[in-house]
């Protein structure tokens, strides 16, 4: 075990903390005293959408909530904030390196500047980074997954429930990642259903202008691909992903979620008949285990990866429709074997 002690000390955040996190985002601790220092856990920071995006950053939460349970140490989760910068969010997380947290992860590829810059100032630390490979470093741990395989299979849903031939994807932002979501999910559609039609959108070029924070902007992309008759529509969008859920239960038609099982979520629950499935990678067991390693005396650094093999990517069966629909759940499940042995190669980009 990394820590000799387990002192939780009771009260409100030391004022260096609130002062260096005011600049940079709002934060929740489950306790805060400087007599702590040095004993504390798991820490991480929101991508945008912030918690409460009932996608991707709310399965980061659950990681730090399965960490602060069970190890029984101080935990923090901090809000992103509007226009902030690079070294913005380097402060953030040399912040909580100087509070005593370790680890610490930032919650999306936008963090990697941040993320190389901390972890140099800071090698007693490790850090994670969630969807980024890019950083090579002894105290840093890539969290990243094979999004086009659960993707795939989501294209294979889609194309065994289309009654039109038209489905449709809705990306947040035109970036890398969200090119594997839309290249395996054409892959499924196009390999299960030759005559279905995929149509995709991009709701912005950069995450700055609100590709994945904006539930409005999912909404119209979604109303525009179902007046050309989608009848299935697969978000990869964050919070975004909201409206494309709420587009697609207003005309009747099915959505399917991503990152999150969807269909569980509180804050979607009035749609949820129309979430035929989610697409899934386990963001909160990556972090978790990230939390663990640290927590056993052996910090996992280097590129961690998540697959239909490890099982951190996956689709949901929450909804009954879905789950028991025979034919359907045999055409994932052989197509989930065929990706596993490597007989399909699904694409990335």
């Given at each position: 075990?990394?820590?000799?002690?387990?002192?939780?000390v009771?009260?409100?955040?030391?004022a260096?903390?609130?002062l260096a996190?005011?600049?940079?985002?709002?934060?929740?601790?489950?306790?805060?005293?400087?007599?702590s220092k040095?004993?504390?856990?798991?820490a991480?920071?929101?991508?945008?959408?912030?918690?409460?995006?009932?996608?991707?950053?709310?399965?980061?939460?659950?990681?730090?909530?399965?960490?602060?349970?069970?190890?029984?140490?101080?935990?923090?989760?901090?809000?992103?904030?509007?226009?902030?910068?690079?070294?913005?969010k380097?402060?953030?997380?040399?912040?909580?390196?100087?509070?005593?947290?370790?680890?610490?992860?930032?919650?999306?590829?936008?963090?990697?500047?941040?993320?190389?810059?901390?972890?140099?100032?800071?090698?007693?630390?490790t850090?994670?980074?969630?969807?980024?490979?890019?950083?090579?470093?002894?105290?840093?741990a890539?969290?990243?997954?094979?999004?086009e395989?659960?993707?795939?299979?989501?294209?294979?849903?889609?194309?065994?429930?289309?009654?039109?031939?038209?489905?449709?994807?809705?990306?947040?932002?035109?970036?890398?990642?969200?090119?594997?979501?839309?290249?395996?999910?054409?892959?499924?559609?196009?390999?299960?259903?030759?005559?279905?039609?995929?149509?995709?959108?991009?709701?912005?070029?950069?995450?700055?202008?609100?590709?994945?924070s904006?539930?409005?902007?999912?909404?119209?992309?979604?109303?525009?691909?179902?007046?050309?008759?989608?009848?299935?529509?697969?978000?990869?969008?964050?919070?975004?992903?909201?409206?494309?859920?709420?587009?697609?239960?207003?005309?009747?038609?099915?959505?399917?979620?991503?990152?999150?099982?969807?269909?569980?979520?509180?804050?979607?629950?009035?749609?949820?008949?129309?979430?035929?499935?989610?697409?899934?990678?386990?963001?909160?067991?990556?972090?978790?285990?990230?939390?663990?390693?640290?927590?056993?005396?052996?910090?996992?650094?280097?590129?961690?990866?998540?697959?239909?093999?490890?099982?951190?990517?996956?689709?949901?069966?929450?909804?009954?429709?879905?789950?028991?629909?025979?034919e359907?759940?045999?055409?994932i499940?052989?197509?989930?074997?065929?990706?596993?042995?490597?007989?399909?190669?699904v694409?990335?980009?």
């Open positions: 075990m990394r820590r000799i002690s387990r002192i939780t009771a009260g409100a955040a030391t260096s903390l609130a996190l005011a600049a940079c985002g709002g934060t929740s601790t489950s306790s805060g005293s400087s007599e040095g004993d504390k856990g798991l991480i920071a929101y991508d945008v959408g912030g918690k409460g995006d009932q996608s991707f950053n709310d399965a980061a939460f659950a990681g730090l909530e399965q960490a602060k349970k069970e190890f029984k140490y101080e935990t923090a989760d901090i809000e992103p904030t509007d226009g902030e910068t690079d070294a913005d380097q402060q953030r997380l040399e912040s909580l390196a100087k509070q005593g947290y370790n680890p610490i992860v930032g919650v999306g590829y936008a963090y990697a500047a941040a993320v190389k810059g901390a972890a140099e100032d800071f090698p007693d630390v850090f994670g980074i969630v969807d980024d490979s890019t950083i090579e470093a002894d105290n840093v890539d969290l990243v997954f094979s999004e395989q659960a993707s795939y299979l989501a294209g294979v849903a889609a194309a065994k429930s289309t009654k039109s031939n038209v489905v449709g994807f809705v990306g947040g932002v035109d970036n890398p990642l969200i090119h594997k979501f839309q290249a395996g999910y054409e892959q499924g559609v196009t390999d299960t259903n030759p005559k279905a039609k995929v149509i995709s959108q991009f709701l912005t070029q950069t995450a700055e202008e609100g590709g994945f904006s539930p409005d902007k999912g909404k119209s992309a979604a109303e525009g691909q179902i007046e050309k008759k989608a009848d299935v529509v697969y978000a990869a969008a964050g919070l975004s992903g909201q409206g494309v859920i709420e587009a697609a239960a207003a005309n009747k038609v099915w959505a399917i979620g991503v990152d999150s099982d969807q269909y569980k979520q509180e804050a979607l629950a009035k749609y949820k008949d129309s979430i035929l499935t989610s697409a899934m990678k386990d963001v909160a067991k990556a972090v978790y285990n990230l939390a663990k390693s640290v927590e056993d005396g052996k910090p996992a650094t280097g590129i961690v990866q998540g697959d239909l093999k490890t099982g951190e990517v996956s689709l949901s069966d929450s909804n009954p429709k879905f789950a028991d629909d025979t359907l759940q045999k055409a499940e052989a197509a989930k074997e065929k990706i596993i042995s490597g007989d399909i190669k694409k990335s980009s």
